[in-house]
């Protein structure tokens, strides 16, 4: 039986991208998409867990460790102020 599909959407600014991804992509991988997508340098892509920028991923870390489907990641490009996103912050628990 085929696994779900998962995917992740990955935020910054006032653009959402998402795409699918397995279990077993790595965040390098993922940075190579957006880089194509975007017409970016993934080199100078910065993929984060949270809005908060300590919880920058490891290139080599797979998804399925640090995501379920549907996860939201936050993306800052080199040059950028911080992690910016056209939505108000979650309230903390």
Do not use: W
Request: charged fraction near 30%; glycine fraction near 6%.
């Amino acid at each position: 039986m085929a696994s779900p599909q998962m995917y992740v959407r990955v935020k910054r600014k006032n653009t959402t991208v998402f795409l699918n991804v397995e279990k077993s992509d790595s965040f390098g991988g993922i940075k190579a998409k957006l880089a194509e997508i975007l017409g970016a340098d993934a080199e100078k892509i910065h993929l984060y867990t949270s809005r908060d920028e300590s919880t920058e991923t490891v290139d080599t870390a797979f998804v399925d460790n640090f995501c379920e489907s549907d996860v939201v990641v936050y993306m800052k490009l080199d040059g950028d102020k911080g992690i910016e996103v056209d939505e108000p912050p979650k309230p903390s628990a």
